[in-house]
């Protein structure tokens, strides 16, 4: 109940066989621990905000398939068309979206961020 396990078995339902790169904002190191899936974010000590900002830059680079895993509450409809948010579960006391870059807006990549990016495994 503790462990987002269902989390990423409801992620790998829905994304098959996909080999996708995953974001998190505003979460517990157990969702790095429990992953299947290579991990990035942004520092522990970034604002939510910064965290969400970089995350969508991150999103609109082209490449891999990437996705960010975060709390609906801190979605906003002026950022990600909320019609491409895919449901994945409650855990940690949050209900956790998948956003898929293709729901990016792109209004909210003109601000910049100094934050840095992680990679977990690392590169």
């Not at 490449?63 to 909320?82: I, N």
């Not at 990549?109 to 100094?114: E, F, P, S």
Request: hydrophobic share 35%; proline share 3%.
């Amino acid at each position: 109940v503790k462990t987002p396990k269902r989390i990423y078995a409801n992620i790998q339902e829905k994304l098959g066989q996909q080999k996708a790169t995953i974001a998190l904002v505003d979460f517990s190191e157990q969702f790095i621990l429990f992953s299947a899936y290579p991990i990035v974010h942004f520092g522990y000590h970034t604002s939510n905000e910064g965290q969400l900002l970089a995350a969508y830059q991150w999103l609109s680079r082209t490449g891999e398939h990437k996705y960010l895993l975060v709390d609906e509450r801190l979605v906003s409809e002026e950022c990600f068309d909320l019609n491409q948010q895919i449901s994945v579960g409650y855990a940690h006391r949050k209900n956790w979206l998948l956003l898929p870059a293709s729901g990016l807006k792109r209004r909210c990549l003109d601000n910049t961020t100094n934050a840095v990016m992680y990679r977990y495994p690392h590169e």
